[in-house]
């Protein structure tokens, strides 16, 4: 903040102000789309729509940054600031302001009178009508309150009639407000606690990263090798270890953003109210009873990562301690973040269980987890209680976990062998230079016979030297896989290969004179149509 002129206050928007992180992480993935659109085959023009809207956006937010317009400024003469186009909306044309906070993301709303003689000057695409915005967001953290209360004081000044009692009240919530934001900090100085959640996170990440795994879609079997969740091996390999290690692994960069991101506002206030080891218990508690309730939906089939589990958990914690205390918390800060955070949970159920692809059972799991211990413990800001009581809640609270994740995981039945799906995916790939090099070669001699330049009893010698032992061996290779149910398609390709190398075989003892050509010319008539069906499985399945 800086003084100007007859005691005008300014607040200009400075690199330290959360906007720069969000400017970065749009940018990032803005790059990642591009660097997509640049490298993928497919969905070029898709991915590189993608990199420009988020271009386009990281250059808007980027805008208050750069302008040399501040973002607020208060003065006598009226409110002003970067969104209202540099102009000053005199306090004559301002009915009423108030202050508004969604997400921790603080704004300035204010109701112009019928007929301002300052609505058409800042008016703007999205500012029509008699309601004018200013977001804080890009001023330091520490200057917003003083923002708001500069506004409100410099309305307090000159409001009149049923505003200016409106506008008292509103003075004296914000004052107990920030009474009980002082409390809370005074409580818990430094939320240490999520700092280290977050940095055990973004750390496996790069742990990750310099393993090798890809930044942006990491392959399902790294993340299984790192400690991804799985029924199967957690229920009948025993691998239990899974339930805490896939929390603190993620699909990607944006997967961690994402996550993080929600995590910083709700795990910072959830520190102020229960303390940092309290949310400690809260986030891998939620985080484990996620992953457990996993075994039984997601991860019988896909494996399951990522921190979202205990970051619901975390926002369930919220929302319960809230409610609890709603007698002792201002009225305001109550409705506030009941219905911020309320709105925000129920946004990404509905969302979760629309789209494939992500964990919702691990989301109700942490969800559950999260407001179920915060129901036990004891919050900070409820001083009546005693140091044994606290301790007894607390020991009541591991207890709860220990329950939920011990019946959780022991009535879960295994589900699809990711462990032998993925050896055999990878004994696949190591399999797929010989399939190529056998067709090829079959192929080669096929088209060489056709052009009349191998006779048919080359070809036949070389199907019986070649082709024939080359075919056996692959379909033994399969076999070896052991292919089940689970895995068609590579299953698929056995049966393609058995019954190409059972043609083959016909037509050398049809050649020889080993075989009645009636029943080979019957037995090859089957085989064609099973070769058929075979052929348009595969092609359904390709990837």
Known sequence: MEEGSYGRQVFRATWRSSTVWVVALVGLMALAFAAGALLSPR???????????????????????????????????????????????????????????????????????????????TAGLFRRGLKRGIVLTPLRKAD?????????????????????????????????????????????????ALYAVIAVNVGVWLLNLFDGMSPMKPDSADLFAWG????????????????????????????????????????????????????????????????????HFSSQQAISVGASGAVFGVLGALL?????????????????????????????????????????????????????????????????????????QQVLGVGLVAVMVGGLAWSAQPGLDHRQLFQSQSAMQDLLPRLRAAEDAFQADATAHREGRLSEAQLVDAMEQRHIPAYRDIVQAIKALAPDASMSRLRDIGELYTALLEVMTLEVRKYRGTADPSQVDARQAVLSKQLQEISARLKSTAP
Not at 69 to 92: A, F, M, N
């Open 43 to 121: 969905g070029t023009w898709f991915l590189g729509g993608l990199a420009l809207v988020f271009g386009l956006l990281a250059w808007l937010l980027l805008q208050p940054l750069l302008s040399a317009h501040p973002i607020l400024s208060v003065g006598r003469e009226g409110i002003g600031g970067y969104l209202l186009k540099g102009e000053t909306i005199p306090w004559g044309d301002v009915e009423d302001l108030s202050h508004i906070s969604v997400q921790g993301q603080d704004h300035i709303q204010i109701q112009l009178r019928e007929g301002a003689v300052s609505q058409a000057a």
């Open 144 to 192: 917003r309150q003083p923002a708001v209360q500069a506004a409100l004081q410099g309305f307090q000044r000159n409001a009149t009639g049923q505003a200016l009692l409106a506008l008292n009240g509103r003075v004296e919530q914000m004052r107990a407000h920030e009474a009980f934001e002082q409390r809370l900090r005074t409580l818990t100085p430094t939320p240490w």
């Open 228 to 295: 991804a969740n799985s029924t199967s091996a957690v229920v009948r390999d025993g691998e239990y270890w899974r339930l805490l290690t896939a929390t603190v692994l993620h699909g990607g960069v944006l997967h961690l953003a994402l996550n993080m991101y929600a995590l910083w506002d709700a795990g910072r206030r959830v520190c102020q109210w229960f303390g940092n080891g309290q949310f400690l218990l809260i986030y891998w508690g939620a985080g484990l009873a996620g992953s457990a309730l996993s075994l």
């Open 320 to 392: 319960v301690g809230v409610y609890q205390h709603r007698e002792r918390v201002p009225k305001a800060m109550v409705q506030q973040l009941l219905t911020s955070q309320g709105l925000f949970v129920v946004f990404m159920l509905v969302q979760g269980f629309a789209r494939s692809g992500i964990d919702n059972a691990a989301h109700v799991g942490g969800l559950v987890a999260g407001a179920a211990l915060a129901w036990v413990l004891v919050e900070l800001i409820d001083e009546t209680a005693g140091a044994a009581h606290r301790l007894r």
